[in-house]
Every structure is written in C-alpha cells, then in structure tokens.
C-alpha cells in the first residue's frame, strides 16, 4: 500500500521507465520560464538599442543638414546662436553655437586669421535646447573663403577668449570635461596666472592648493 499511495503523490510509478514525475514537470517549467524571461529581457535590450541607434542616426541628418544650410549661405551669421525646430523632422529641436577661433600667422582679432567654429546640438523635442546631453553634437570649421565676413575684417562671431580656448585644447587632450583645478591648473602651466594667483583661486576647492603644488612639480 506504501508503494501505491507514492505513485498516486508523484503521478505514477517511481521506477524511471513510467515517464516524468510530477516535481520533474515543475521543475522544467520554471527552467523554462527563467530561459524566457532571460530572453524577453535580452530581446528588449536589443530593441532599445536599435531604437536609441536610429534617433542618433536621425539627429546626425538634422545636425548637417543645418551645417549644410550654413555652408550654402556662404555668409557670416549676424548672431553667434541660433535654435529651432527641425522642418523635416519635427520630433528634434537643435541649437547651433559659433565661436571665431585664430589661427596662422595673420594679425590677431582679424579674420583673416581665424576660423568660424560651428557646434550643432540635436535633442528631442521634449528637451529644451542646452538642457541635458544633445543626441548629437557636430562641429565644423569655416575659413572667411566658406563664410564671408559680414563687411569687411569686421566679426559678427566672437573670438573665443583665451580661457575658453584653453578649456577646448584641454577638454581634446584629455578626451572629457576637465574640472576646474585642472582648468586653474593649466592657466598656471601656459602663463595665464602665476602660481600665487593660481593658489588664491584654488583655496577651497576640493584638492586645494595641493593640487597645484603637485602639478607645479610635474
């Protein structure tokens, strides 16, 4: 009687021969289920990358599509911002940031010795422009034979100042955003402060005056 009430419980008789037993059904159902689960997940993974990849590609189109308009108006902005709306695809809003940067040998603070750097920012219509990470972010370069100044040497695009420059040329180097004791630190290095002027800058910040200490003995 012992024998035929545990097949009863486990649905049939315990040798292997008589099929899977109950709890061996359970088991392999939730086995299953965890397999399902894991590739529902990876499935959904997969499908927000795709997605996110495709709203990158589509922010790259409206980011040179505005440099290209730049490029065919052949002219200097009378402004060194602008924003809208994109008309093509209205789901993206962009902002565009022009800075003149000096280069070669010509005299300082002309045109002709400087570039007209264009920053293009792409977000979702939902973001604000300058709020939040762009999808995109393109830059381009312009000579005054791209863009003609708006009459004559005079700039309707500003000079980067030199701290801006700095930041640039050190942001490139260090392939991210430098924080502020690398900044300072930096000024002190290129001549912008003296170290007295550099320690002054840095009393309270996190680091300190140490961090300068330790850059100088670089």
């Keep these: 009687m012992a024998a035929a009430a545990r097949d009863r419980l486990w649905g049939g008789?315990?040798?292997?021969?008589?099929?899977?037993?109950?709890?061996?059904?359970?088991?392999?159902?939730?086995?299953?289920?965890?397999?399902?689960?894991?590739?529902?997940?990876a499935h959904?993974?997969?499908?927000?990358?795709?997605?996110?990849?495709?709203?990158?590609?589509?922010?790259?189109?409206?980011?040179?599509r505005q440099i290209e308009l730049l490029m065919a108006s052949r002219q200097e902005p009378n402004s060194p911002s602008f924003h809208g709306e994109d008309e093509?695809?209205?789901e993206f809003t962009w902002q565009m940031?022009?800075?003149?940067?000096?280069?070669?040998?010509g005299a300082p603070g002309?045109?002709?010795?400087?570039?007209?750097?264009?920053?293009?920012?792409?977000?979702?219509?939902?973001?604000?422009?300058?709020?939040?990470?762009?999808?995109?972010?393109?830059v381009r370069c312009f000579g005054t034979s791209e863009l003609t100044p708006v009459t004559g040497e005079s700039v309707a695009?500003?000079?980067?100042?030199?701290?801006?420059?700095?930041?640039?040329?050190?942001?490139?180097r260090l392939g991210r955003e430098p924080?502020?004791?690398e900044v300072l630190q930096e000024m002190v290095d290129t001549g912008q402060f003296s170290q007295e002027e550099g320690l002054e800058l840095m009393e309270?910040?996190?680091?300190?005056?140490?961090?300068?200490?330790?850059?100088?003995?670089?």
Excluded at 47 to 58: H, K
Excluded at 121 to 135: D, F
Excluded at 204 to 218: D, F, I, Q, V
Aim: hydrophobic letters at 40%; proline letters at 4%; aromatic letters at 4%.
């Design 157 to 172: 695009v500003p000079f980067m100042t030199e701290e801006e420059l700095i930041y640039q040329d050190l942001e490139n």
């Design 44 to 64: 959904e993974r997969t499908c927000d990358a795709v997605a996110r990849q495709s709203m990158r590609t589509r922010a790259a189109a409206v980011a040179e």
């Design 110 to 138: 002309s045109a002709a010795s400087s570039v007209i750097q264009a920053t293009v920012r792409v977000y979702t219509k939902g973001e604000r422009s300058g709020q939040g990470e762009p999808l995109i972010e393109l």
């Design 88 to 90: 093509q695809t209205p």
């Design 97 to 105: 940031d022009l800075q003149r940067v000096p280069v070669g040998e």
């Design 204 to 218: 309270g910040l996190e680091g300190g005056p140490e961090a300068l200490m330790e850059g100088e003995g670089r």
């Design 13 to 41: 008789k315990t040798g292997r021969g008589g099929g899977f037993t109950l709890v061996e059904a359970v088991v392999s159902v939730l086995l299953l289920g965890i397999l399902l689960g894991g590739v529902m997940v």
């Design 179 to 181: 924080t502020l004791i």
